[in-house]
């Protein structure tokens, strides 16, 4: 697909929670729909395979999700795949890269359109450049300190916490991982 | 570079040095007198350790580079914004002291980019697919971990032009060495074009979500970013480089997905209100190229 400028008028996706509500997504596999985001809740019913559902939020690593026959629950997220099913996928079916604010989230918001050239970062703008000594100037001067890092982690209420690296196995890692 | 690897081009370099020295005496003997031992020794330290000033000096000339292709998106608050958080997640990393920058380019294609020495570079595409902080924080755990593990400096010593690299960056360490920006300027390109060993993306993916969780965030912000990007046709030119240069989403979380299981279950976060996010990417989000 390129650069087509109507891709600019793509549906709102309305934010809620840290999901884009509206979005659609599919089954990797039968997976259960749970009544609670708790691997020991009340299972509802399996959802086959290549079920779509609509996407409701994301609460860590679970999706509470709607499904056809508008029933609620909650499914791993991983076990989710966004956009269409493989099969029914369209130039509709595919997540647009413009992404989840691609018109704002806030209903005030007015659609954008392109009018002008998609800045790219291709394989052969890549191998084009030369140096920007300037640009990479510029970039110095909105250096954080670490004491103004801290401050706004703590104004959004970020704690730091010690936890330890995974393996590819997912057992935790002993030598680089457990300690900061 | 395996150990087997690195005698092996060392021994390389002592034969060559001899054949070299042996035509050079023209005598048909060996004549050690004429063998350059400095400059056997430079050869050879290109083989060692490289030091931590010299990383960020190499660093340095790979971002110039980097920026060379698309330039800093005109943003001063968000530049602002994604150092702050940048940083916060960075000093959680086992290299907290390094001197982290980070960057968004005024580019519409999804990518990210970390370079030796803790340079980070974020697209403006990459920035409007996120939808919140700790996606963004993912995405930066994710670089950062390509620093802490050395993956890209790793790649650029394999390059066979690095031990001339090394006396650039020896002579040049301290000063900003122009040659040896210029000097980089290929192997960069080479190295970002081709991407690094699709262990060490497995690897910052597993790393990155622990060190976006170290710094408070939700750990599924990484996961989260990736859904979203096996969701994107491959066959748009947004993503190309990046699924060029990056084993496919979907194979991503399949990996993610056995190593997080359910580790991170009980492991909850993320900034208290998205508020701020949404307020500072608003711009990138809804304005488009011009």
């Known amino acids: ?180 | 570079m395996r150990p087997l690897h690195a005698l092996g081009i060392l021994l390389s370099l002592v034969l060559v040095t001899l054949l070299v020295a042996c035509a050079n005496g023209g005598k048909g003997g060996l004549n050690l007198q004429s063998v350059d031992i400095n400059q056997l020794v430079q050869n050879v330290k290109g083989l060692r350790e490289v030091s931590e000033p010299e990383e960020i000096q190499i660093g340095d000339g790979v971002t110039e580079t980097l920026l060379g292709a698309r330039p800093l998106q005109d943003d001063v608050e968000l530049q602002r914004y994604v150092n702050v958080v940048g940083l916060w997640v960075a000093r959680q990393s086992e290299r907290p002291n390094l001197p982290w920058h980070f960057a968004v380019n005024d580019s519409d294609y999804i990518n990210a980019f970390a370079t030796p020495g803790g340079n980070i570079v974020i697209t403006k595409g990459m920035i409007r697919v996120l939808h919140n902080e700790s996606e963004l924080a993912g995405v930066i755990g994710h670089e950062v971990s390509h620093v802490v593990r050395k993956h890209h400096l790793n790649a650029i010593r394999k390059n066979s032009a690095f031990g001339l690299l090394m006396q650039g960056v020896q002579a040049g360490t301290g000063n900003r060495s122009q040659d040896v920006v210029n000097a980089l300027a290929g192997p960069t390109k080479e190295l970002y074009a081709r991407g690094l060993d699709k262990s060490d993306e497995f690897e910052a993916d597993r790393m990155g979500v622990v060190i976006a969780a170290r710094a408070g965030y939700d750990p599924w912000g990484l996961p989260a970013a990736l859904q979203t990007l096996a969701g994107v046709n491959p066959d748009d030119d947004y993503v190309k480089l990046l699924f060029k240069t990056h084993p496919a989403p979907s194979a991503r979380l399949e990996k993610l997905a056995v190593a997080l299981g359910t580790n991170f279950d009980s492991v909850t976060g993320g900034p208290q209100s998205n508020d701020q996010f949404l307020r500072i990417t608003e711009r990138v989000r809804a304005v488009a190229a011009k």
């Open chain 1, 1 to 180: 697909m390129k650069h087509e400028p109507w891709r600019w008028l793509a549906p709102a996706l309305l934010l809620m929670s840290g999901a884009a509500a509206a979005e659609t997504g599919y089954t990797l596999q039968l997976t259960d729909l749970k009544a609670k985001p708790f691997l020991d809740a009340d299972t509802l019913t399996k959802l086959p395979e290549k079920t779509e559902v609509e996407i409701v939020l994301r609460q860590g690593p679970w999706m509470q999700v709607k499904t056809k026959s508008k029933q609620l629950g909650y499914v791993r997220m991983l076990q989710l795949r966004l956009g269409s099913t493989p099969t029914a996928k369209d130039s509709n079916g595919w997540v647009s890269v413009l992404g989840p604010g691609a018109t704002s989230p806030r209903p005030s918001s007015t659609t954008v359109t392109m009018t002008g050239g998609v800045r790219g970062f291709s394989e052969e703008e890549l191998k084009a450049s030369k140096p920007n000594k300037a640009e990479y100037d510029k970039m110095k001067t909105f250096t954080a300190t670490p004491e103004q890092a801290a401050a706004q982690a703590a104004n959004s209420k970020l704690a730091a916490r010690t936890l330890p690296y995974y393996g590819e196995d997912g057992k935790p890692l002993k030598d680089q991982g457990g300690k900061k």
